[in-house]
């Protein structure tokens, strides 16, 4: 028996003993068909929501592993009905078991749910006392969450883990700041922020599927209204000091393609009503960067003045990046996935009170100012600072 079909009968084991509920009401954990991802759709024609279930199905192996890989046993559900609780427990015909959702390590839904509403979409897993609140969820963009999670990861055996990790990969490349259904609850609990959400779409390689993290999609009050790319989304997370690791590309005339390495940064802002009476946030960036890698020539040594043009580069490059996603939601969109409403009710609440009813108005009248400031630490193994 495989380690990872021993480590999921030792947790199930756990599970059916220590709680009064779930588990306790199967006939065994060797009958258990265990839901690993979900992925929801909207079908207009029909009137009711398609589900796609990827489950590791212990009640198919009698809780061994497959003969042929050496693994547990994997496959897809699909089943549909009026309500997304319905579909899921529409697969009962299928198995013949009740799914266990304690283990669900992803949800995506499709663009046509989140147009409808993410409230509807998402009050089954908030209500359901099996699901857990830390389940990270996505948008399905391009595809629908069917086609995404059906992605063969270029036959990987556990693709929901590897979609789960694209979505935590925040920690690795700050491109995303990873969505839980507990985070909506937050989201929704404050009036004038805009609710995000992170986005997958398909790459094909060859002749495997595989899923990709595309930005992020933003919500004007429980609808999706419009999507930032991976770089915009980036942007953002500059915006709202989330920024903690990753890698940029900048270009020089004279230097070339440079790559930059986020050692450490920093985003404070400053919020402030004008003496002309106008609402103006103000953020200021400090960035320490190493280079990592460099079109430059291995004959000649990098000078102080060359790296102080690089800091400026890297400067305009974040500045740019910040003031066009703040002009794209807050201008072109009115929208704030940024939490500046909150910023004004702690600092002027009785001026909070006052616009909070119609925000997304006042939205596009906001003055912003981004102010970057990059030091380079390091500039490689073997590249010399000469002044």
């Not at 990872?4 to 009401?25: D, Q």
């Not at 796609?52 to 009640?59: A, C, F, V």
């Not at 949800?107 to 209500?127: C, K, N, P, Q, S």
Request: include cysteine; charged fraction near 30%.
């Amino acid at each position: 028996m495989s380690k990872i079909v021993k480590a999921l009968i030792i947790t199930l084991t756990l599970l059916f003993f220590g709680s009064g509920c779930g588990l306790s009401e199967s006939k065994g954990v060797d009958q258990t068909v265990v839901v690993q991802e979900i992925g929801i759709d909207f079908d207009l024609d029909k009137g009711e929501y398609d589900v796609t279930i990827h489950i590791l199905d212990l009640s198919s192996s009698g809780g061994q592993e497959s003969p042929a890989s050496g693994s547990p046993i994997t496959r897809i559900l699909k089943s549909s009905g009026k309500s997304i609780q319905e579909a899921l427990y529409n697969t009962i015909k299928i198995t013949g078991e009740k799914p266990l959702h304690s283990q669900i390590r992803l949800i995506i839904f499709g663009e046509d749910v989140m147009l409808r509403g993410i409230d509807t979409a998402t009050d089954f897993f908030m209500r359901d006392y099996e699901a857990r609140s830390t389940v990270p969820i996505a948008i399905a963009k391009g595809f629908k969450a069917s086609e995404i999670l059906e992605a063969d990861e270029g036959n990987s055996q556990q693709p929901a883990r590897t979609m789960q990790k694209i979505l935590q990969s925040g920690n690795i490349d700050s491109l995303t700041d990873g969505t839980m259904i507990v985070d909506l609850v937050r989201q929704t609990e404050e009036k004038t922020s805009s609710i995000y959400m992170p986005v997958l779409t398909l790459e094909f390689i060859d002749d495997s599927a595989y899923a990709k993290f595309d930005g992020m999609g933003i919500f004007e009050g429980d609808k999706l209204k419009f999507y930032l790319t991976a770089e915009e989304a980036r942007a953002m997370l500059w915006v709202t000091d989330h920024i903690t690791t990753g890698s940029i590309v900048v270009e020089d005339e004279s230097l070339g393609v440079i790559t930059l390495n986020v050692i450490h940064s920093k985003t404070k802002t400053k919020t402030q009503i004008t003496n002309s009476g106008d609402l103006k946030y103000t953020f200021s960036v400090k960035t320490i960067f190493d280079i990592n890698e460099i079109n430059f020539s291995k004959e000649k040594k990098l000078k102080q003045k060359e790296i102080d043009k690089i800091s400026k580069v890297a400067e305009k490059y974040i500045e740019d990046a910040m003031k066009n996603v703040l002009d794209k939601t807050l201008k072109e969109n009115k929208c704030d996935p940024f939490r500046l409403g909150r910023r004004l009710l702690l600092k002027y609440p009785e001026e909070y009170r006052n616009v909070s009813d119609n925000w997304d108005e006042l939205l596009p009248l906001v003055k912003t100012q981004v102010d970057a400031s990059v030091q380079i630490r390091r500039t490689g193994k073997f590249a010399i600072i000469k002044d």
